[in-house]
């Protein structure tokens, strides 16, 4: 007796790079990542504009990225989960739609507490981005072609946070910060859309049974895993110290001895460029040799970045600032996609933690390198962030000997 071909299991496909269906995924996942950094750190530069307009220290006025860098953790756990049940395109698109609303909306705000509220919200919708985005790639995309295929979704978000940056500190010094926010979400809308019309529906997903369910085996699956627990750490310092950077560059440079204006200060996003490139040159890299012999590299160029900054002479501190980004970027490269590779199973969930803990350290480190600043200036920051970074490369050392996994 034949058998019906429509009850046999269908075999598992992955798409490979160079294919059509591939430069869709890269295409969408561009603009997603476009979407995602530059809504949420469009308020970088305006922080200082946010501290003077409303009499805030600069700790304070970093609430205004931190809010949405603490509540998107919380929402990355509960999207994850939620996308397991619907289904990951449905997911994204939904959450890239939303926080180009909210940003929108952070135009018509009156005073800073408003403001506080909708980037709360904005943070909370876009969690569903980064949390489902490696794990879509995880399942849709073949082994050997991930690197490459998160390299350049980083390498979006780069540009993304480059561009957001610069298009808001230009419009706030020659018009207003309502301008700047009201532009950022008109732009987040049409990067919605182009999210939504070139990323293929997924063919690898299976839904689960009970969202609350797959999320509760997630989490004590991955948190049982040494090596994953590593590259949570990883994540939580990695990001915490270049936000810190970021942060507080701008108030440095519009002080003596720079004396920066606010769209010269914002022009240190230029810097992302390196970070685009960093992205897709280590996904190369790490397809041909390893993600062992790559990570513990980069953060040491992270780390000597840093103490570059030290210098008044914009000659060595530049340079330094693009070697920190470089290795931030690559190493995020780096990490996330070995989270993806080495998950076993809720791959969404596996991704969730670990930009779990990347946002709550932006939050945390973020906000209180401001308070370093504030008593020790920059060189209270540089050794606060240059000892968090030393536990970071302690870490990329001790992954180096980790046991493989075999993935599905």
């Keep these: 007796m034949t058998v019906a071909s429509s009850t046999l299991p269908q075999p598992v496909t992955r798409i490979a790079a160079g294919t059509p269906e591939f430069k869709r995924i890269t295409r969408a996942m561009i603009f997603g990542g476009f979407s995602t950094f530059s809504l949420l750190y469009s308020i970088q530069p305006l922080l200082p504009l946010l501290a003077l307009q409303f009499q805030l220290t600069p700790a304070q006025s970093s609430w205004a990225l931190s809010i949405s860098t603490l509540s998107l953790a919380v929402s990355l756990l509960i999207s994850s989960a939620l996308s397991e049940r619907i289904g990951r395109k449905p997911m994204m698109v939904a959450a890239l739609a939303l926080a180009a609303v909210a940003t929108g909306l952070c135009a018509l705000t009156e005073d800073f507490a408003q403001l506080l509220v909708l980037r709360a919200l904005l943070g909370f919708a876009l969690g569903g981005m980064p949390a489902v985005a490696v794990a879509y790639m995880g399942e849709e ?141 280590v996904g190369r890299l790490v397809d041909r040799i390893g993600r062992r012999g790559v990570l513990w590299i980069v953060l040491l160029v992270m780390m000597a970045g840093l103490l570059l900054s030290l210098s008044n002479s914009l000659f060595i501190m530049i340079p330094g600032l693009a070697l920190y980004t470089f290795g931030f970027f690559a190493a995020h490269s780096v990490a996330s996609s070995w989270v993806a590779r080495r998950a076993q199973g809720y791959k969404a969930v596996a991704s969730a933690l670990y930009l779990c803990f990347y946002y709550i350290g932006s939050s945390l480190i973020g906000s209180y390198t401001g308070v370093i600043w504030a008593s020790h200036g920059w060189a209270g920051v540089v050794m606060l962030l240059g000892g968090i970074l030393c536990v970071g490369l302690m870490i990329t050392l001790r992954l180096r000997t980790l046991l493989p996994v075999v993935t599905a």
Aim: aromatic share 14%; net charge positive; charged share 10%.
């Design 141 to 281: 995309i073949e082994a050997t072609s991930m690197g490459l295929a998160v390299g350049l979704y980083i390498a979006g978000s780069a540009f993304g946070g480059m561009l957001g940056r610069l298009q808001s500190a230009l419009l706030s010094e020659y018009f207003h910060w309502r301008i700047a926010m009201a532009a950022m979400g008109l732009a987040g809308i049409y990067a919605a859309w182009e999210f939504w019309r070139s990323l293929p529906a997924e063919r690898n997903f299976k839904p689960a049974a009970q969202a609350g369910e797959s999320l509760r085996k997630g989490l004590r699956l991955h948190l049982a895993d040494s090596g994953l627990r590593m590259l949570f750490c990883l994540g939580f310092i990695l990001t915490g110290c270049f936000v810190s950077m970021y942060n507080y560059m701008g108030y440095r440079l519009q002080a003596d001895p720079f004396g920066f204006s606010q769209s010269a200060a914002g022009a240190i996003a230029l810097m992302y460029v390196l970070g685009m490139g960093s992205s897709v040159w």
